[in-house]
């Protein structure tokens, strides 16, 4: 028999003695064998609720108690011949019955815990199914020596769900996925594949001369979406344009906006501050983006698109001001 | 359609026989397999809101979906599916991606000569080039739109916040994505905006020099900076993306699907 650690065996009491209302100790010297059990007991029945099946491996069964709450229903499951009008069969509006509603966290979820121990514990009368469970040994008495590091899973506190985490799920107007968004996930992407295709046939992708690390061409140019960047370093110090604002200001500012605005409402008349400064970024960036791609010509100095071209080779084959 | 001597027209018997086949094929015990219960394309499969849920939840789709969705977030005017449309430009550029790396050297002697053979001698090859270098522009357009979309609607409020962080990664990761891409053609273009580029990075305080050296894998853009722009491009990059945009849909579902409504 292997020897079960003095503290687990003392947790596993304490928890015991707590559900049955008995001492810790009376209840850990039944434990050890060293008086008989007070109450008289269902032997290795299982409490309603859990419905251990022989042979199969222990730990798979707490699992499946585990699980319990959220177990999907298995149409592959023998059904009654005649069909039970308690079938699921969930409204289009309604939130089945049976799990589907698979993203709220069950609500009689639980953590189990399982202590490792050698002699079945008798499960507590009376109480089984909400606080502790027995889950039945493995009908194949355990070998005498079992050996290093194997050892069977039998007793399960269930514990209750609300004591540990917190149930949010309101009710809310569903739709199944199937075929209301995934419908129109389908459209929105035939729509962008044949978007995309049409563009790639008018609109030829640029190719220039080979690169040529002795030509600078003039201007040079970054992709468009650092031209906005490029233009900004135009006016300001390097170390301001070329850091502060992209990394600083772009990167760790972005990244902290949710921490930063406290404000809880998600009304857009609650949020006017907060809807005007992104604004204003996103008219900043994209005015700053415009004049780097379309107003900046020869050394990146200003230039009109319409008096002296335009100096951005992306778009080279399909803009034209001038002849 | 019975002709007059009673026979049956060649049409109708090869309609017949056409079902019975199809029937017998996806009743057969691989196509059975293949399916889960609830599967659309299963034989026998009816519209009811139990098969309605048994088609997410019984299939690989469930990964990405949960069985159900707030009606109000399924409307296109909420997220103008902008989110959806950046994951599906991501995908279109893997496959045009993977095409293209069939016909492409990343050494300065064939870079160049490769990009233009794809115009000249390769199968749809100028198209896929194009849908490809379209599509990156058009990656980064939709994600900055989704991103502006999602604050708009305050959707990085609590429980959000953490998921508008990993947002401004996958942003930050598409950029680099579309610029370390930029390189790979080796023209004049490539060349010198990508040189623009990475100078920015070099005026970072303190690791200025470092990082611009770890990127260009020199002091400025050489042959070997073609070589580490492809393997960000092609693989670390991608790989990294990946991760996040997990992470990302993971916890739209987890912070209780999307936000609102309004
Ligand atoms: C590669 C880039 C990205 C992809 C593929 C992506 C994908 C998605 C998808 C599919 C959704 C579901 C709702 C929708 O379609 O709007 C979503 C939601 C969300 N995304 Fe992104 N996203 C990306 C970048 C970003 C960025 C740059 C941000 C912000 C900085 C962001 C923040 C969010 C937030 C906070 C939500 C939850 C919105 C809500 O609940 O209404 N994402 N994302």
Not at chain 2, 30 to 38: I, M
Not at chain 2, 113 to 121: K, N
Request: charged content about 20%; hydrophobic content about 45%; overall charge neutral.
């Amino acid at each position: 028999m292997v020897e079960i650690p003095e503290e687990l065996l003392r947790r596993s009491a304490e928890a015991k003695a707590k559900a049955l209302g008995l001492p810790v100790e009376q209840v850990l010297a039944e434990m050890k064998g060293e008086k008989p059990p007070a109450e008289a007991e269902r032997p290795a029945e299982a409490p309603p609720g859990t419905v251990p099946v022989p042979g199969r491996d222990p730990s798979e069964q707490v699992e499946a108690i585990m699980s319990a709450p959220e177990e999907e229903p298995q149409p592959e499951a023998p059904q009654p011949a005649t069909p039970t009008p308690s079938a699921p069969t969930p409204s289009q509006e309604a939130e089945p019955q049976t799990a589907p509603a698979a993203e709220t966290e069950p609500a009689g979820a639980a953590v189990a815990t399982a202590v490792e121990e050698e002699e079945p514990t008798p499960p507590p009368a009376g109480n089984g199914a909400r606080k502790a469970t027995l889950v039945e040994p493995r009908p194949v008495a355990p070998p005498k020596g079992a050996p290093e590091g194997v050892r069977t899973q039998r007793l399960l506190t269930v514990v209750k769900a609300r004591a540990i985490q917190q149930v949010k799920a309101e009710p809310a107007d569903k739709v199944n996925t199937w075929p209301h968004l995934m419908l129109n996930e389908f459209v929105a992407l035939l729509v962008m594949t044949g978007f995309l295709l049409i563009l790639s046939v008018i609109l030829q992708a640029p190719l220039l001369e080979p690169a040529n690390f002795n030509l600078t061409p003039n201007p040079s140019k970054a992709p468009w979406y650092f031209l906005g960047l490029q233009e900004l370093l135009s006016y300001f110090d390097p170390q301001i344009a070329g850091v502060t604002v992209p990394t600083v200001i772009g990167l760790i500012g972005f990244m902290m906006i949710p921490y930063v605005d406290r404000n809880p409402s998600t009304k857009p008349s609650d949020r006017k501050f907060a809807i005007m400064l992104y604004t204003f970024f996103l008219a900043g960036s994209a005015t700053l983006t415009i004049l780097g791609v379309l107003f900046r010509g020869q050394g990146f100095n200003f230039s009109y698109p319409w008096r002296d071209g335009v100096f951005f080779d992306d778009l080279k084959d399909w803009i034209h001001f001038t002849e | 359609m019975a002709n007059g001597d009673g026979r049956t027209g060649l049409l109708e018997r090869v309609q017949e026989k056409t079902t019975e086949l199809m029937d017998r094929v996806r009743g057969s015990q691989f196509v059975e397999s293949v399916l889960r219960p609830g599967s659309p394309f299963k034989k026998g499969y009816t519209d009811s809101p139990r098969n309605r849920s048994y088609v997410i939840m019984n299939n690989v789709l469930y990964h990405l979906h949960p069985v159900k969705v707030k009606r109000h977030g399924v409307k296109l005017s909420y997220t103008l599916c902008l989110g959806g449309l950046s994951f599906f430009l991501f995908i279109l550029l893997t496959i045009t991606g993977i095409f293209l790396m069939f016909y492409f050297a990343p050494t300065a002697d064939r870079a160049y000569a490769d990009v233009q053979a794809l115009s000249t001698d390769v199968a749809f090859g100028s198209l896929v080039r194009n849908m490809h270098r379209w599509g990156a522009h058009l990656m980064v357009l939709t994600v900055f739109l989704h991103m502006s979309r999602v604050f708009y609607h305050g959707a990085y409020k609590p429980p959000r916040e953490f998921n508008w962080v990993v947002g401004v990664i996958l942003l930050l990761l598409t950029l680099l994505l579309s610029f370390s891409g930029y390189l790979l053609p080796w023209d004049q273009l490539a060349l010198w905006a990508v040189t623009v580029g990475t100078n920015m990075a070099g005026f970072v305080p303190v690791f200025g020099t470092q990082v611009k050296f770890a990127l260009l894998a020199g002091v400025e853009v050489t042959a070997a900076t073609l070589l580490r722009f492809y393997v960000l491009h092609v693989l670390f990059l991608p790989f990294i993306i990946v991760i996040f945009m997990a992470v990302h849909f993971w916890r739209v579902r987890k912070d209780g699907g999307i936000s609102g409504p309004l």
